[in-house]
Structures are given as C-alpha cells and as structure tokens.
C-alpha cells in the first residue's frame, strides 16, 4: 500500500517536494513520482473548486428564496444577508471556464426543494418556478 492509500497528507507532501525538486532541474527518481494519483488530484482540485461554487451559489438562492417566500419574517434580513455573503464567496471563488457547467435551473430547483413546508407556522409565499437571476447577477454581487 502506497502513502496515497495510507495518509494522503504524507503522499502530497512528498509529491509535492519531488515535483518542485523537479521543477528547478533537480535530479529525481520518476519512479517515486506517482504520476496516475497525481493527475487524480490534480482534477479533483477542479472539481472541488466548482462543486464548492456550486453549492455556495445553491446556498445562496435557499436564502434568497427564504427572504421572498417570507418576506414579513424577523429572520428575512439575515437571510438576504446571508445571500449576499454565499454569493461573494462564489463570485470569488468562480472561474470563467465553470459556466459551461454550471446548471443554474438544477441548482434552482435543488434550492427550492430545501424550503421548509412552514416557518413560524405560514406557509411559504410564491417563489418562482424557474430561476429568475443569471449566473452573471448572481455573481455580480458587491462588485462595483
């Protein structure tokens, strides 16, 4: 068993020295580099970056949608500001080549499956069917 299947962080450290060691024209042995774990690792760090956008961006729409389904609610301005702040975390941590897959209508509907049947007792007022907001306003936020 390899250090990738016993401690990650002991495989990515030692991955790590070896291709900076590399990296300045140093001597390594390729046959310690684990090339197959590390083009793994690679795409997961982009897919991590997208699903945590993605899942910022699903946050951000529950709030919103809270706010608007209840709009009379003591909690609908920390909803909104809670929006607000999910939706400056994506803005900073998207990149242009994750609109292409990014399916905002799914994650519309992922956000509205998490409205509760009631708070305080009211039903939820009505909330679009379809997502009312693009990507780009939704990522618009804060930036002047």
Same mark, same amino acid.
């Given at each position: 068993?390899?250090?990738?299947?016993?401690?990650?962080?002991?495989?990515?450290?030692?991955?790590?020295? =070896? !291709? $900076?060691?590399?990296?300045?024209?140093? #001597?390594?042995? @390729? %046959?310690?580099? +684990?090339?197959?774990?590390?083009?793994?690792?690679?795409?997961?760090?982009?897919?991590?970056?997208?699903?945590?956008?993605?899942? =910022? !961006? $699903?946050?951000?729409?529950?709030?919103? #949608?809270?706010? @608007? %389904?209840?709009? +009379?609610?003591?909690?609908?301005?920390?909803?909104?500001?809670?929006?607000?702040?999910?939706?400056?975390?994506?803005?900073?941590?998207?990149?242009?080549?994750?609109?292409?897959?990014?399916?905002?209508?799914?994650?519309?509907?992922?956000?509205?499956?998490?409205?509760?049947?009631?708070?305080?007792?009211?039903?939820?007022?009505?909330?679009?069917?379809?997502?009312?907001?693009?990507?780009?306003?939704?990522?618009?936020?804060?930036?002047?």
């Amino acid at each position: 068993m390899s250090d990738y299947d016993d401690d990650i962080l002991v495989w990515s450290e030692r991955q790590g020295a =070896l !291709l $900076r060691r590399r990296a300045a024209g140093g #001597l390594v042995n @390729e %046959a310690e580099l +684990d090339w197959p774990n590390i083009a793994e690792e690679i795409e997961d760090v982009g897919r991590s970056q997208l699903n945590a956008v993605e899942s =910022l !961006l $699903r946050q951000a729409l529950t709030h919103m #949608l809270k706010a @608007e %389904a209840w709009p +009379d609610c003591r909690d609908a301005p920390s909803w909104q500001a809670a929006a607000i702040g999910f939706r400056i975390d994506a803005a900073s941590r998207y990149a242009p080549s994750m609109r292409q897959r990014i399916d905002l209508e799914h994650i519309y509907r992922l956000a509205r499956r998490a409205l509760p049947e009631t708070i305080d007792g009211q039903p939820p007022g009505p909330v679009a069917e379809t997502c009312p907001m693009t990507l780009e306003a939704l990522l618009a936020v804060g930036i002047a």
